[in-house]
């Protein structure tokens, strides 16, 4: 298991890894670091995350193109989201995340997505709605959708050694 995020030095990926970017609730002091205990269930497994968390985040960074480091971090996450293998989401009901909702859209269609998204969440029905739309599978909780992300994980591994 290994974890990449935008800051990471070293980004090469091995050749026989799963890649799956943590997107989802951070809004910083919001949501809790749960892009941190998700790789835990994976330390043995052939697993590289996308973590978009930074720890030196800087919300006075102006939230425009021209900024050089929002404009990394945003780049990274649009280039790891396409890249991936799977994208596992999780909408935390502390939290707003309104790129998360824009993220969620933008990939609805890729076959390659898990939501969680509990009772509390304040568009849940705008998210269960995309997810049924498209046959994202979704969940209400992080334990549910950790399930399935470790099913597509070993679906993915089956695959990857067959070839």
């Known amino acids: 298991m290994k974890i990449i995020k935008p ?11 799963i890649t799956v970017f943590l997107a989802g609730s951070i809004e ?3 949501a809790e670091d749960w892009q941190t205990e998700i790789p835990k269930v994976f330390e043995n497994e052939p697993v590289t995350f996308f973590n978009p968390r930074r720890d030196e985040w800087d919300s006075s960074w102006k939230q425009e193109q021209s900024n050089q480091q929002f404009n990394h ?19 935390s009901p502390e939290t707003k995340s ?3 909702l824009l993220e969620l859209g933008l990939h609805a ?6 939501v969680c998204c509990p009772v509390g969440f304040w568009r849940k029905g705008n998210v269960d709605i995309i997810c049924t739309r498209h046959h994202v599978p979704m969940f ?3 334990q549910e959708a950790v399930g399935a992300l470790r099913t597509a994980v070993a679906a993915k591994k089956r695959i990857m050694n067959h070839y």
């Open 98 to 100: 309104p790129i998360s």
């Open 140 to 142: 209400n909780t992080l």
């Open 7 to 17: 800051t990471t030095e070293n980004q090469e990926i091995e050749s026989q890894s």
């Open 73 to 91: 971090q945003v780049n990274w996450e649009l280039n790891k989201l396409q890249d991936c293998d799977l994208i596992f989401m999780y909408f």
């Open 28 to 30: 910083m002091g919001a």
């Open 109 to 114: 269609k890729d076959y390659k997505m898990i």
